[in-house]
């Protein structure tokens, strides 16, 4: 069984910085894809970020947000700078084993707020 464990989230204000990791571990399968999505009260998780043998990146966080990997450590970061209020959010990590099966995080809060 995979587990994902994310770290980071916090309380930054407008125009600040943050840096979430999230780490897999108990795979006994090549981790494929890993990235983050959100989810604000009210809204429908989306798609933040996503690193395989590339990157994609919502339209909203593009050019604000950097997603990276370490696979020695099946570590992914989120490096979020310029954070908006409206980047206030749940942020969830998951990580795909090479089988396509999706293995999802607990959530990590980030809200951004003076």
């Known amino acids: 069984q995979v587990q994902v464990v994310e770290s980071g989230g916090g309380l930054v204000q407008p125009g600040g910085s943050l840096t979430l990791s999230c780490a897999a571990s108990g795979s006994a399968f090549r981790l494929y894809a890993m990235g983050w999505y959100r989810q604000a009260p009210g809204k429908q998780r989306e798609l933040v970020a996503g690193i395989a043998k590339n990157t994609n990146y919502a339209d909203s966080v593009k050019g604000r947000f950097t997603i990276s990997r370490d696979n020695a450590k099946n570590t992914v970061y989120l490096q979020m700078n310029r954070l908006k209020p409206e980047d206030t959010a749940v942020y969830y990590c998951?990580?795909?084993?090479?089988?396509?099966?999706?293995?999802w995080g607990q959530g990590t809060q980030v809200t951004v707020s003076s």
């Open positions: 998951f990580a795909d084993n090479e089988f396509g099966r999706r293995y």
